[in-house]
């Protein structure tokens, strides 16, 4: 059995307002040491709920966690290129095939093309077009996890500028039909094995649209 720890580590970033502070020293004689977060919760490798893009959806809270714990997939596709449009073809002949219900994970290998930390892990991540995110949606998972910054506009955030809302094609297409994002994996490179079982259980934040996520794959238990 192995356990491959995908997730990104809350620090403060560039592109996040994330402050990390730490209160007490217990080496000074304090009883003991505090750790204060702030940060977005769709920063870093996180999990979108419905109510992220829909009036009166699902929050996170809500979404269960039979959606986003279980077995899953891994579609490999290393031989993708920065700033490639990704679309169907290449996703049905990377998928090893299996039945609906399972979770799907999209495996560029893009932490190891690119630095999260890093404007070019953004500006310059391949991103999947409409007719990927409707194949997708036709395999009815109960989530699809990347870690690539998989819709186009992401990269725009960056200067602040906003496209039309149906551009987000993952969004628009995936979770408008209720299957859930993982957004933000990184070392995927050490996924070995065709199916895992994938753990991306969010934080339960009452009324919160999204929240942070320890996102881990256990090889060897799938059948």
């Not at 995908?6 to 020293?25: C, E, K, Y």
């Not at 596709?77 to 998928?95: F, H, M, T, W, Y």
């Not at 991540?125 to 409409?130: E, F, M, V």
């Amino acid at each position: 059995m192995r356990i491959i720890d995908l997730s990104m580590p809350i620090a403060p970033h560039f592109r996040w307002r994330t402050q990390v502070n730490v209160s007490g020293d217990i080496a000074a004689g304090d009883q003991f040491r505090v750790t204060r977060l702030d940060a977005t919760c769709h920063g870093f490798t996180h999990v979108d709920a419905q109510a992220h893009i829909l009036a009166g959806a699902p929050t996170i809270e809500q979404t269960p966690l039979e959606k986003v714990v279980g077995r899953c997939r891994v579609l490999r596709l290393a031989d993708v290129a920065p700033e490639e449009e990704i679309g169907p073809e290449k996703l049905a002949a990377a998928d090893p095939g299996g039945p609906p219900g399972e979770m799907l994970l999209l495996a560029a290998g893009w932490s190891r093309q690119a630095d999260s930390d890093t404007p070019e892990f953004w500006r310059r991540a391949p991103w999947l077009n409409r007719a990927a995110a409707e194949w997708l949606a036709a395999r009815e998972p109960t989530a699809v996890a990347f870690d690539f910054p998989q819709d186009y506009p992401i990269r725009l955030l960056l200067d602040g500028i906003e496209v039309p809302f149906d551009q987000h094609v993952t969004h628009d297409v995936l979770l408008r039909r209720g299957v859930t994002l993982i957004e933000y994996l990184v070392n995927t490179d050490a996924l070995r094995e065709p199916r895992c079982l994938l753990s991306a259980a969010p934080l339960k934040i009452p009324l919160a649209d999204g929240a942070p996520a320890r996102v881990y794959a256990i090889e060897g238990l799938a059948a």
